[in-house]
């Protein structure tokens, strides 16, 4: 395996080393100036397919940009547009000369804009609605045009405020009719009483709204405004403010360093909304949900910090720290409301939802293992610490001590990570050949491949994908699909993202940078390529078996995207197909079979089928009869798909022995395994998992060879 990973080394650094060796010198006292100056470098420099930054680039920017700053057209008027359109050709110029004219024109223009919607949609608040009118909201924001003039934009404030309102007043109306029906001695609430009610929810909705706006600084727009730049080369070509690599470091290790509670700002208050199971704070039984966090006090500091009103990510940054450093909370509690002082120590957070999860399952006398993989995570700073290919590893050991006969990875909703977990992952079902190809701009592929004869799991092997199972996870499927290792059961094609991304430092280019932290920027270097020489690029991957699920006929995936790069082959990569199985065809043919009479996957089909349908409807009346006759309609279809959830296996799901023994000191790990237990007994798509792995027959020629060779591999070592 050594020279694999000296391999894959090799290509991972890549992109980097290719932007390493240069005398170009980013010298800008302007930060944001210099800031364009370094991420365009790095763009023409390293990425896969670099655009020309012309006047055609420069006019999709403009059109991103404005969306994304105003999606649904309540700030800027038609003036505005046409004041901006003089750039709209102008950005590449603009981009190139370090010109910032556009964005600060662009950021001082909503600022004013936003300050008077807020008088506006107080005002329009203040009094009542008239739910009697016939009127209708258009919620297909892309059609509308830019208003006017101030009453133009009332009135688009006030018919979007009408329906918010509409939508709570309609639900306290169906709360008072139950309440009623319950004890006929309730007395109900006026509709006066309960349009009032839901005019203040809806205005508690719009302050919150303003409050998070309120946190956002200059960079947090600058960022906007950058981004429409990057992506307009690729979909997952990003630029991340320091704060944002920060929590995509955190996504992608599952680890963090601090007390390990979430928070949320509501108000000014920075409020507890979850203790993470086994970090310091849940350790200390002093700390719960609910609670404020008003003061914090490093230990080297003799006066606390208060937090009230401060920015969340401000917040947050003064309450995490290195671990084995003490940290001091002063607490408003949620129970008594009495303040206390809370002192602890931080320490590495493991966010136990991250990782790879496996339980037990019986059917018909045999035992099969289920493993969920949320996403191939991994330590950015040292690979060997936890990742997705060493957790899987002990997962399968754990379950075949427990007996396992046949396997489920369950792949869905996963959106990829680290490219050597995959080949890792891959080698533990093959003894040994390449599991993907890379291939950088202008220059020859790179074959990864398992060198090791060992195979950890030899036993029938089932993967369950859908439309979101993305990147590394199609890599995996693909390759176990071309060896005809595994059986894939899902979507009619995943996600469709053939593409690597490198995460770059900003900073490395910069000598005695006194500006603070520049970010970093992820950014497309390669493409992949599977055995078979194909892209999973806008592609994905086909199932072997295709099921229906609630995404069928959602737009979703690579393809659905803006600027996706397209789809190209490459000569085939030499490997041989697994011969370990007799029957695989026929197993894949009992599946289908299966699923065409299945009665729960048909009723799915058409609930997808109703929900694509709903979302295509952009109009909604403002009349409360009009609304309520239509939420009754849309009621008495949605019965119709409550068998669904009611669905029931006879499966029961058990966790491992080792958890077991964790559960003891552990309830939350223990509740959420509960629940976890309990989705999967309601599981149509891990039923027929469970199914196929009963029906793949075993070739055991091949399974006596590769015990000897397990064999042989124990007494080497």
Same mark, same amino acid.
């Given at each position: 395996?050594?020279?694999?990973?000296?391999?894959?080394?090799?290509?991972?650094?890549?992109?980097?080393?290719?932007?390493? &060796?240069?005398?170009?010198?980013?010298?800008?006292?302007?930060?944001?100036? %210099?800031?364009?100056?370094?991420?365009?470098?790095?763009?023409?420099?390293?990425?896969?397919?670099?655009?020309?930054?012309?006047?055609? &680039?420069?006019?999709?920017?403009?059109?991103?940009? *404005?969306?994304?700053?105003?999606?649904?057209?309540?700030?800027? $008027?038609?003036?505005?547009?046409?004041?901006?359109?003089?750039?709209?050709?102008?950005?590449?110029?603009?981009?190139?000369?370090?010109?910032?004219?556009?964005?600060?024109?662009?950021?001082?223009?909503?600022?004013?804009? =936003?300050?008077?919607?807020?008088?506006?949609?107080?005002?329009?608040?203040?009094?009542? &609605?008239?739910?009697?009118?016939?009127?209708?909201?258009?919620?297909?924001?892309?059609?509308?045009?830019?208003?006017?003039?101030?009453?133009?934009?009332? #009135?688009?404030?006030?018919?979007?405020?009408? &329906?918010?309102?509409?939508?709570?007043?309609?639900?306290? #109306?169906?709360?008072?009719?139950?309440?009623?029906?319950?004890?006929?001695?309730?007395?109900?609430?006026?509709?006066?009483? *309960?349009?009032?009610?839901? /005019?203040?929810?809806?205005?508690?909705?719009?302050?919150?709204?303003?409050?998070?706006?309120?946190?956002?600084?200059?960079?947090?727009?600058?960022?906007?405004?950058?981004?429409?730049?990057?992506?307009?080369?690729?979909?997952?070509?990003?630029?991340?403010?320091?704060?944002?690599?920060?929590?995509?470091?955190?996504?992608?290790?599952?680890?963090?360093?601090?007390?390990?509670?979430?928070?949320?700002?509501?108000?000014?208050?920075?409020?507890?909304?979850?203790?993470?199971?086994?970090?310091?704070?849940?350790?200390?039984?002093?700390?719960?949900?609910?609670?404020?966090?008003?003061?914090?006090?490093?230990?080297?500091?003799?006066?606390?910090?208060?937090?009230?009103?401060?920015?969340?990510?401000?917040?947050?940054? *003064?309450?995490? !720290?290195?671990?084995?450093?003490?940290?001091?909370?002063?607490?408003?509690?949620?129970?008594?409301?009495?303040?206390?002082?809370?002192?602890?120590?931080?320490?590495?957070?493991?966010?136990?939802?991250?990782?790879?999860?496996?339980? =037990?399952?019986?059917?018909?006398?045999?035992?099969?293992?289920?493993?969920?993989?949320?996403?191939?995570?991994?330590?950015?700073?040292? $690979?060997?610490?936890?990742?997705?290919?060493?957790?899987?590893?002990?997962?399968?050991?754990?379950?075949? +001590?427990?007996?396992?006969?046949?396997?489920?990875?369950?792949? /869905?909703?996963?959106? !990829? !990570?680290?490219?050597?977990?995959?080949?890792?992952?891959?080698?533990?079902?093959?003894?040994?050949?390449?599991?993907?190809?890379?291939?950088?701009?202008?220059? /020859?592929?790179?074959? %990864?491949?398992?060198?090791?004869? +060992?195979?950890?799991?030899? !036993?029938?092997?089932?993967?369950?994908?859908?439309?979101?199972?993305?990147?590394?996870?199609?890599?995996?499927?693909?390759?176990?699909?071309?060896?005809?290792?595994?059986?894939?059961?899902?979507?009619?094609?995943? $996600?469709?993202?053939?593409?690597?991304?490198?995460?770059?430092?900003?900073?490395?280019?910069?000598?005695?940078?006194?500006?603070?932290?520049?970010?970093?920027?992820?950014?497309?270097?390669?493409?992949?390529?599977?055995?078979?020489?194909? @892209?999973?690029?806008?592609?994905?991957?086909?199932?072997?078996?295709?099921?229906?699920?609630?995404?069928?006929?959602?737009?979703?995936?690579?393809?659905?995207?803006?600027?996706?790069?397209?789809?190209?082959?490459?000569?085939?990569?030499?490997?041989?197909?697994?011969?370990?199985?007799?029957?695989?065809?026929?197993?894949?043919?009992?599946?289908?079979?299966?699923?065409?009479?299945?009665? +729960?996957?048909?009723?799915?089909?058409?609930?997808?089928?109703?929900?694509?349908?709903?979302?295509?409807?952009?109009?909604?009346?403002?009349?409360?009869?009009?609304?309520?006759?239509?939420?009754?309609?849309?009621?008495?279809?949605?019965?119709?798909?409550?068998?669904?959830?009611?669905? #029931?296996?006879?499966?029961?799901?058990?966790?491992?022995?080792?958890?077991?023994? *964790?559960?003891?000191?552990?309830?939350?790990?223990?509740?959420?395994?509960?629940?976890?237990?309990?989705?999967?007994?309601?599981?149509?798509?891990?039923?027929?998992?469970?199914?196929?792995? @009963?029906?793949?027959? =075993?070739?055991?020629?091949?399974?006596?060879?590769?015990?000897?060779?397990?064999?042989?591999?124990?007494?080497?070592?």
């Amino acid at each position: 395996m050594k020279r694999n990973i000296k391999i894959l080394a090799v290509v991972l650094l890549m992109a980097a080393a290719s932007c390493s &060796f240069t005398t170009k010198k980013f010298e800008d006292p302007n930060k944001d100036k %210099l800031l364009i100056d370094l991420i365009t470098y790095v763009l023409n420099q390293g990425h896969y397919d670099a655009k020309d930054i012309n006047d055609s &680039f420069s006019e999709n920017v403009y059109v991103d940009y *404005l969306e994304g700053l105003d999606p649904s057209k309540r700030f800027f $008027y038609a003036s505005d547009i046409e004041e901006f359109d003089a750039y709209k050709d102008k950005i590449d110029d603009q981009i190139k000369g370090k010109n910032i004219e556009f964005f600060n024109l662009t950021y001082g223009r909503l600022g004013e804009r =936003m300050e008077e919607a807020r008088s506006m949609y107080k005002e329009i608040l203040s009094k009542p &609605f008239d739910f009697t009118e016939n009127e209708k909201i258009n919620t297909d924001y892309d059609s509308l045009e830019y208003v006017s003039s101030k009453e133009e934009m009332r #009135k688009r404030w006030k018919e979007q405020l009408k &329906f918010n309102t509409l939508i709570s007043y309609y639900d306290l #109306k169906q709360d008072e009719k139950k309440k009623k029906e319950d004890s006929t001695s309730y007395e109900m609430k006026t509709d006066a009483e *309960l349009e009032k009610e839901a /005019r203040e929810t809806t205005l508690s909705n719009i302050n919150r709204y303003y409050e998070f706006t309120d946190d956002l600084e200059r960079e947090d727009y600058f960022s906007v405004y950058i981004n429409a730049i990057v992506e307009e080369f690729d979909p997952h070509t990003f630029y991340f403010a320091p704060q944002d690599k920060d929590r995509f470091d955190i996504a992608m290790s599952g680890k963090l360093e601090g007390i390990g509670a979430r928070l949320v700002k509501d108000s000014d208050n920075i409020t507890i909304t979850e203790v993470i199971s086994g970090g310091p704070a849940w350790r200390s039984e002093e700390i719960g949900e609910g609670d404020v966090i008003l003061k914090v006090r490093q230990e080297d500091e003799k006066e606390a910090v208060s937090i009230v009103g401060m920015r969340l990510d401000d917040a947050v940054d *003064l309450i995490k !720290g290195p671990k084995d450093t003490k940290v001091t909370l002063t607490v408003r509690k949620k129970v008594m409301g009495n303040i206390e002082e809370v002192t602890l120590t931080r320490d590495v957070i493991e966010i136990e939802e991250t990782y790879a999860k496996a339980s =037990m399952v019986k059917k018909d006398g045999r035992k099969y293992g289920v493993i969920n993989l949320p996403k191939f995570y991994f330590d950015m700073t040292d $690979y060997n610490e936890r990742n997705a290919a060493s957790d899987i590893k002990e997962d399968i050991i754990r379950l075949k +001590q427990e007996g396992m006969e046949g396997l489920v990875l369950d792949l /869905r909703n996963n959106g !990829g !990570g680290s490219l050597k977990t995959v080949v890792d992952i891959a080698g533990m079902f093959i003894e040994e050949g390449p599991i993907v190809q890379v291939k950088s701009n202008g220059q /020859r592929k790179e074959v %990864l491949k398992d060198e090791d004869p +060992q195979v950890l799991w030899d !036993g029938p092997l089932v993967i369950l994908v859908n439309e979101l199972s993305a990147s590394a996870s199609e890599i995996l499927a693909a390759a176990m699909q071309d060896y005809k290792r595994a059986i894939i059961i899902g979507s009619k094609q995943t $996600y469709g993202k053939g593409t690597v991304q490198n995460v770059i430092d900003l900073n490395r280019w910069l000598r005695n940078n006194d500006m603070g932290d520049m970010g970093a920027l992820k950014i497309t270097t390669q493409k992949f390529y599977r055995v078979n020489g194909g @892209s999973t690029q806008l592609e994905g991957v086909k199932s072997d078996v295709v099921v229906p699920d609630r995404y069928s006929f959602v737009d979703i995936g690579e393809k659905d995207q803006e600027n996706p790069l397209p789809w190209d082959k490459i000569d085939a990569a030499d490997y041989d197909i697994w011969n370990g199985y007799v029957g695989f065809d026929e197993a894949i043919a009992a599946s289908k079979a299966r699923m065409e009479t299945n009665s +729960q996957l048909k009723l799915i089909e058409d609930n997808a089928k109703w929900v694509k349908t709903q979302s295509e409807d952009s109009s909604y009346p403002l009349s409360y009869d009009d609304y309520a006759r239509q939420a009754e309609q849309d009621q008495e279809m949605a019965k119709q798909f409550d068998a669904i959830k009611d669905y #029931k296996t006879d499966l029961t799901y058990t966790s491992l022995p080792y958890e077991e023994e *964790l559960f003891a000191t552990d309830t939350i790990l223990k509740e959420k395994r509960q629940r976890w237990h309990e989705s999967l007994s309601k599981d149509v798509y891990i039923e027929e998992a469970i199914n196929v792995l @009963s029906d793949i027959k =075993m070739n055991n020629i091949t399974k006596n060879k590769l015990a000897d060779v397990e064999r042989k591999n124990k007494v080497k070592n």
